[in-house]
Nanobody, 122 residues
Framework: QVQLVESGGGLVQAGGSLRLSCAASGRTFSRYAMGWFRQAPGKEREFVAAITWAGGSTYYADSVKGRFTISRDNAKNTVYLQMNSLKPEDTAVYYC???????????????WGQGTQVTVSS
């Protein structure tokens, strides 16, 4: 029902910034809560940020609060993750997720993109 494609990843030095995008297709995109997760090699997938369908509420992992900002543009069917003050520990594959439930998005999404690699060098 929802197809997600991430983009914007790359290599950046510590302290730099990246902006990830998640282009979505689906009849009910604007009614889906959206989120971002990340997974480093050999580690469990980790929740990063989430946003409600109307964009009125956002949620962040403690590790990224104050540095990352999630936003959405329903007219463009796109969700963004602005990442500032990047640290080497932010290195991971970042995945976009979607669900009709904000609770599910904050724990485990119903739909997933293929991911985009973010590498932060020291």
């Amino acid at each position: 029902q929802v197809q997600l494609v991430e983009s914007g990843g790359g290599l950046v030095q510590a302290g730099g910034s990246l902006r990830l995008s998640c282009a979505a297709s689906g009849r009910t995109f604007s009614r889906y809560a959206m989120g971002w997760f990340r997974q480093a090699p050999g580690k469990e997938r980790e929740f990063v940020a989430a946003i409600t369908w109307a964009g009125g509420s956002t949620y962040y992992a403690d590790s990224v609060k104050g540095r990352f900002t999630i936003s959405r543009d329903n007219a463009k069917n796109t969700v963004y993750l602005q990442m500032n003050s990047l640290k080497p520990e932010d290195t991971a594959v970042y995945y976009c997720a979607a669900s009709t439930s904000i609770v599910v998005v904050k724990t485990q999404g119903d739909y997933w993109g293929q991911g985009t690699q973010v590498t932060v060098s020291s």
